[in-house]
């Protein structure tokens, strides 16, 4: 019996539309991260990109356990001495609750070009509303 192996040319990628409304940002961020490598396919492969894209939307009603909306930080550093600043996930929320979910879908995908790759397939919407409706996402559930 031989091994298939997946290329990107053997599959069509499909859309996925996600409500964040209500969902705990660690559990959510898995199956989204799950469905961008590809490992919800039969014909998933490592090495390939046999993901789908995943669309979404209300990313500022997403929920976190415990203290985390004031305790957990987001650090950025300019580069410069001096230039290390820290945002509370609240703050983040008011400002970019976007980076919140992307942040943590980031995590979980591969440390490389094929991760960055995967990572473009996500898309990231406040409000109900996106401009995806012509590909036609089916909800993941």
Do not use: C
């Not at 997946?6 to 799950?34: M, Q």
């Amino acid at each position: 019996m031989k091994t298939t192996l997946a290329t990107t040319s053997d599959h069509t990628k499909s859309w996925y539309v996600v409500d964040a409304a209500e969902e705990t940002l660690g559990r959510i961020s898995v199956k989204i991260a799950n469905v961008l490598r590809g490992r919800h396919k039969a014909i998933y492969t490592p090495h390939a990109d046999t993901g789908d894209f995943v669309v979404v939307i209300n990313a500022e009603k997403i929920k976190v356990s415990g203290k985390k909306n004031s305790d957990k930080s987001y650090m950025f550093y300019s580069g410069w001495m001096g230039g290390e600043s820290h945002v509370t996930m609240a703050e983040m929320r008011a400002k970019k609750p976007e980076f919140i979910i992307e942040h943590a879908v980031k995590g979980m995908l591969p440390r490389n070009i094929l991760g960055r790759k995967m990572l473009k397939k996500l898309k990231i919407h406040t409000g109900p509303s996106h401009p995806y409706e012509a590909q036609q996402p089916k909800p993941l559930v």
